[in-house]
């Protein structure tokens, strides 16, 4: 399984989303979209419970207002 976030917007850095792919990369089957405003950089990791910690750039105007962490239950998005 990997795990890929980003802001997924095409065209301006917004829509911070976390994929799922099972077939290394092929296809992303599986998005939620975290945060809908705009987003920039971001790291992601799995938490000893099994949960995915994600830690990205985040405001309201602007991607670099403040920084999020948010914790994803794994099994709420499998």
């Not at 829509?15 to 792919?21: A, D, G, V």
Request: aromatic letters at 10%; one cysteine or more; charged letters at 25%.
């Amino acid at each position: 399984i990997l795990l890929f976030l980003n802001p997924a917007d095409a065209s301006s850095r917004q829509n911070m989303t976390l994929r799922i792919s099972y077939d290394q990369g092929k296809t992303w089957p599986v998005s939620k979209v975290l945060h809908a405003g705009p987003a920039a950089y971001s790291d992601i990791t799995r938490l000893k419970s099994g949960d995915i910690g994600c830690l990205y750039e985040a405001g309201v105007k602007s991607p670099y207002e403040g920084i999020v962490f948010q914790r994803v239950k794994f099994k709420e998005i499998r």
